[in-house]
């Protein structure tokens, strides 16, 4: 059993793929990455939701509803930026949600070995709202820079490792029993 539910979303579908940077579109690293988050969350016996099937994704007027069903809710982002330079992870939601967007961070970060950019709230990126976090009450976590090429090939590298590791702290968040 656990005590609260989960959702886990990927960021951008359809025509929309976000972010593009060495290589990749933000859209195609998120879907795989809530794939292996999911696949790891399986592994453990943790029940979750997500935004669509394995290599599924549905629109952000569809996920934010499903998101507000939920205790916790992650979307799965990548920062971009013009400057190649800029780092890191961060998350983005509503003051309650500020603990877990911290011990987020921090996972990511010190798994990819990438800086942590922290816990911020909804208005602190380039939106002054973000559907997923206004309506759907989530929290948005941009797991790196896919500007730049240190980053996106540390997560290439340890994407499977970090998929683990929020797996194991979602899994404590959740209250699952194993």
Known sequence: MQSKSLFISAGHSGADPGAVGNGHTEASIVLEFRDLLAE????RGVEFSRDGEQGQ??????AWKLAAKHHIALEFHCNAFH???ATGVETLSWPGDMEL???????????L????RGAKGEASGQHSRLAFVSRGGGIIVELFFISNPADVAA???WKLQLAEVLADLLAEEVGHDR
């Open 83 to 85: 400057k190649s330079t």
């Open 101 to 111: 967007g911290l011990r987020l961070c921090k996972a990511i970060s010190t798994t």
């Open 40 to 43: 790891a969350l399986r592994a």
């Open 57 to 62: 994704n549905l629109p952000l007027s569809q």
């Open 113 to 116: 070995g990438i800086n942590n």
């Open 155 to 157: 997560y290439q590298r």
